[in-house]
């Protein structure tokens, strides 16, 4: 197997600051190689479906970046239980029959 990652044609600007055109090849040789690359492709699927999957283990803390406008993941930590979380009384009950619905 050989895997080349090649950058394609002129830097150009976007709203992000500048970015080039990238080409990923993945080369397999002999036999099977066709059940070989689904399967690689089925691995890496998978792995990317368990990364992103939600966990109810960790509270991800998100930054609005005001100059690309995104919300961007600066950290992750664990939930605090719902007993330290001090509201108004009104917003303590909304945001605690949500917290149980879901």
């Known amino acids: 197997m050989a895997v080349s990652n090649e950058k394609k044609g002129d830097v ?15 080369v ?24 992103s999957a939600s966990d109810d283990t960790v509270t991800r803390i998100y930054q609005f970046n005001v100059k690309q406008s995104y919300w961007d993941c600066t950290g992750a930590d664990a939930p605090r239980p719902m007993n330290t979380v001090v509201l108004d009384g009104k ?3 909304i945001l605690l029959f949500y917290y149980i619905v879901l």
């Open 12 to 26: 150009v600007g976007t709203g992000c600051g500048a970015a080039y055109y990238v080409q990923l090849y993945v």
């Open 91 to 93: 917003y303590h009950y």
């Open 28 to 51: 397999v040789s002999g036999k099977g190689r066709e059940t070989f690359i689904k399967s690689l492709l089925d691995h890496i699927l998978l792995e990317h479906d368990k990364a």
